[in-house]
């Protein structure tokens, strides 16, 4: 690394961001149950089995509150056929509350499949990283002191901006696997709504809005792709400039490019939503 506090400042700051996109990727194809050693996993499973008596219990709530709106009388109980709607009805509720736990795993695991298969035609092994342009080192290296003033603000600002989005990208992708816990841990209450007609909808759109988390990670991948294909063309460095323009010029377009990105991960969520509807 250079001796010089401005390429060192710049250096450490996109030293950040490329490790933060490392830490991303590294996380996109980390499953929950991997996540952290596993241990908060075991955790959210024992929580979802303390609420699975709950949501047993309410089972029974809207398979009774679904029977007395639906039915006109007791005589449309004792129709064969719909006694045996309801039968199925309360059975299939019960299943997804017991088992609720392996169909969100069994959706997950499609969902990593999918983001796999993104990475692989897409050909990265590892998201792309940002590198000062040899250039520009050579430029600011070769600057006095009075000239080396309006750099150093311009590096604080620049190193600054980088820094802070590098961070808001992480804590998005770690707000994922939050979401991801407490649609698991939770999961037995919206499920066993599924029980009474009137209430199925709150467990379809429970469903829909896993698949929404779940979908997020394949947006995520997509756009830190684009970045890595931005990042694979970095901005275009006139030698001709004054080292200041020059810096100002690269840090511009590198920010603009990763504001695009850290905008498009957490607009992930509503990208989803809207493609599916909720």
């Given at each position: 690394m250079s001796d010089n506090w401005v390429i060192q400042n710049l250096e450490n700051a996109l030293s950040t961001w490329n490790e933060k996109l490392t830490e991303i990727w590294s996380l996109l194809t980390t499953t929950p149950q991997e996540f952290k050693g596993g241990g908060i996993w075991e955790i959210i499973v024992d929580i979802n089995g303390a609420v699975q008596a709950i949501g047993l219990a309410l089972l029974v709530l809207f398979f009774v509150v679904g029977m007395v709106k639906t039915c006109s009388s007791y005589t449309d109980v004792k129709k064969p056929e719909h006694a045996l709607k309801l039968f199925v009805r309360f059975a299939i509720a019960k299943g997804m509350v017991t088992y609720g736990m392996e169909l969100m795993l069994a959706l997950l695991e499609i969902i990593q499949g999918i983001i796999s298969n993104i990475m692989t035609s897409a050909g990265f092994a590892s998201a792309g990283t940002a590198a000062l342009p040899p250039e520009m080192i050579t430029a600011i290296d070769n600057c006095g002191f009075f000239e080396s003033i309006p750099l150093w603000a311009v590096t604080l600002i620049g190193s600054l901006f980088i820094t802070v989005q590098s961070f808001i990208l992480i804590m998005t992708v770690y707000g994922r696997f939050f979401k991801l816990y407490m649609y698991s841990a939770l999961a037995p209450i919206p499920l066993s709504t599924f029980a009474g007609e009137p209430t199925q909808n709150v467990g379809r759109s429970f469903i829909k809005?896993?698949?929404?988390?779940?979908?997020?990670?394949?947006?995520?991948?997509?756009?830190?792709?684009?970045?890595?294909?931005?990042?694979?063309?970095?901005p275009v460095v006139d030698t001709d400039a004054s080292a200041v323009t020059m810096v100002w010029k690269y840090i511009g377009e590198l920010v603009f490019n990763m504001l695009v990105l850290v905008g498009a991960v957490k607009m992930s969520d509503r990208i989803i939503r809207e493609m599916m509807g909720l």
């Amino acid at each position: 690394m250079s001796d010089n506090w401005v390429i060192q400042n710049l250096e450490n700051a996109l030293s950040t961001w490329n490790e933060k996109l490392t830490e991303i990727w590294s996380l996109l194809t980390t499953t929950p149950q991997e996540f952290k050693g596993g241990g908060i996993w075991e955790i959210i499973v024992d929580i979802n089995g303390a609420v699975q008596a709950i949501g047993l219990a309410l089972l029974v709530l809207f398979f009774v509150v679904g029977m007395v709106k639906t039915c006109s009388s007791y005589t449309d109980v004792k129709k064969p056929e719909h006694a045996l709607k309801l039968f199925v009805r309360f059975a299939i509720a019960k299943g997804m509350v017991t088992y609720g736990m392996e169909l969100m795993l069994a959706l997950l695991e499609i969902i990593q499949g999918i983001i796999s298969n993104i990475m692989t035609s897409a050909g990265f092994a590892s998201a792309g990283t940002a590198a000062l342009p040899p250039e520009m080192i050579t430029a600011i290296d070769n600057c006095g002191f009075f000239e080396s003033i309006p750099l150093w603000a311009v590096t604080l600002i620049g190193s600054l901006f980088i820094t802070v989005q590098s961070f808001i990208l992480i804590m998005t992708v770690y707000g994922r696997f939050f979401k991801l816990y407490m649609y698991s841990a939770l999961a037995p209450i919206p499920l066993s709504t599924f029980a009474g007609e009137p209430t199925q909808n709150v467990g379809r759109s429970f469903i829909k809005s896993y698949c929404a988390v779940l979908l997020e990670g394949a947006v995520i991948v997509l756009a830190c792709i684009i970045f890595s294909l931005f990042a694979g063309s970095p901005p275009v460095v006139d030698t001709d400039a004054s080292a200041v323009t020059m810096v100002w010029k690269y840090i511009g377009e590198l920010v603009f490019n990763m504001l695009v990105l850290v905008g498009a991960v957490k607009m992930s969520d509503r990208i989803i939503r809207e493609m599916m509807g909720l």
